[in-house]
């Protein structure tokens, strides 16, 4: 008799248990999710920035109407001509291509400052494919003041915020965007490939 009772209360703690784990799973399901996390990664064999696995993650999220862009890189190194490529799909055609550098939003045309430089600088660029080739074209860098770098023993840090109206996209919309990284001292760049990143 005592071990029925001892069993049924077992099961009925268990049974609470459960459904407090379950409630709690599904609210969490239902709220929105504003960062969007990528991680990517390179071993040795593909990449000669650092001596194991180069790891970049890029953190996207809408934050009052603006795209705040995080990328992190585990480079084992500093060096002042170090960049992160940011690169969109801002004319909306499905492909990340040079047309992407200069979209007319309006009556105007609206450049985009894209590569993040280490020292401070940034740039405008764009994703060309030659001879089969991915390759980033540049233009004249200039000091814009709006993007972040931060190095420390785990690598960089680049920091950056677009306006809606800059990317062409709200946080309503997908969006089909490419990072790269470029190790200026080995002279090296990995390119991810363009990848879609769900709107909120």
Known sequence: ??????????????????????????YLSQLPATAKIFNFHWNVEYQNVV?????????FEWINGNLSVVVEVNDD????????GLFFDRNRDGTIDHKDMRVKIGNRTVPLENILIADGMATQGALISHRGKTEITRVISTRNGRHVVT????????QISYT???????EYEDFVASVAFSDYDVCETVIVTPFLCPAT
């Open 1 to 26: 008799m005592m071990n029925r009772k001892v069993m049924f209360c077992v099961l009925s703690i268990l049974l609470c248990v459960s459904l407090t784990v379950n409630l709690y799973l599904f």
């Open 77 to 84: 190194d500093y060096h002042s001509g170090d960049s992160v």
């Open 151 to 158: 190095y420390s023993a785990t690598g960089y840090v680049f």
């Open 51 to 59: 001596d194991g696995t180069l790891c970049m993650n890029v953190t």
């Open 164 to 170: 809606s109206s800059e990317l062409n996209f709200t």
